[in-house]
């Protein structure tokens, strides 16, 4: 068969499957989805289906087995720590208002660890009896379009793949486990970044509140040393005063040298003086008793000679003053 220059081929697949039913979910019910599956995480092992027995698990606990399938609760629990994620962690720039969400406060929670043990503990067991069963895609038809002319459109080539019984039925069942080990892994993987994260800010909390108090150390030490820079001024200060009280005491000490010599000096000079008193008031007592004695013989001699006494009396007397003036 020949194609001319302006034909291309495409495929195509009939996407056609039963149209699943989304069940809304009331404020109490998404609550008790929370905190079972914070309660419950232990079910959520990672190995092969324990991710839909664990939310089948969950499902019929809350009697939600026939409204909901464990692809929607996960898918719910995914969206909610998404948008959780989001207005938690926002990017740089944006502007966000966790309170608007009316099931921040509850995720915040979960995520931080506070809802492990606020609801039952449950058992996974790997039934169908209560649940609908899973739908299945199929594809139909797989064929070749072309824009040739009509007339090669009859020859075209048609390819009709039926993938029925029990191929369609292990095909299925292998697409959905890959797809529910797709998705433990994924939320293993997302277990693990969230612990990370969670150690990485406690230990941002720990850095922060260690360099709070390395701060406050410093300011105590910066105190310490301002008042240790005033106390060093302060000995300063004192030191100079002691020089300077010192320096005045040695002047004193100076003055009072000068002043012990001159009492020194005075003392000889009253010493000398007291001497010469006492030679003075020696020579008066011998010029006493000479006077006696020239009385008495002055009574027994004539009184031609009272006048010359007398002279010589007076001379004595005189000589005595002077004396006495000089002292």
Known sequence: ????????????????????????????????????????????????????????????????????THSQASKKWENMKKRYKGLKNPPDGIKVFPGAWPHFNLMDNAMEGRLEGSAPILKAFPTNGDFPPISKPKRR??????????????????????????????????????????????????????GERRVLEREKRVMEREKQVVEREQLMLQ????????DVAALDRDRASLERERATMEREKAVMERQRALVEKDRDVVSRDRLALEREKALLDRLFTTREKTEEVMEDGSSTKDSAVTDRKEQFLNLFEKLIENL
């Open 1 to 68: 068969m020949e194609i001319n220059d302006h034909a291309y081929t495409s495929t195509t697949y009939d996407k056609f499957s039963p149209v699943e039913f989304t069940y809304k979910m009331s404020a109490n019910e998404v609550e008790d989805l929370v905190k079972l599956r914070v309660s419950n995480k232990y079910l959520f092992s990672g190995r092969r289906n324990t991710s839909m027995w664990a939310w089948r698990a969950i499902l019929k606990h809350m009697g939600l087995q026939q409204k909901m």
């Open 141 to 194: 038809k797989v064929s070749m379009v072309t824009d040739s002319p009509p007339d090669l459109l009859a020859d075209g080539p048609e390819i009709e793949v039926s993938l029925n019984g029990d191929e369609d039925e292990e095909a299925a069942e292998e697409a959905s486990r890959k797809l529910d080990r797709a998705m433990q892994e994924m939320e293993h993987g997302r277990d693990m970044l969230d």
């Open 223 to 230: 105190r310490e040393r301002a008042t240790l820079d005033r």
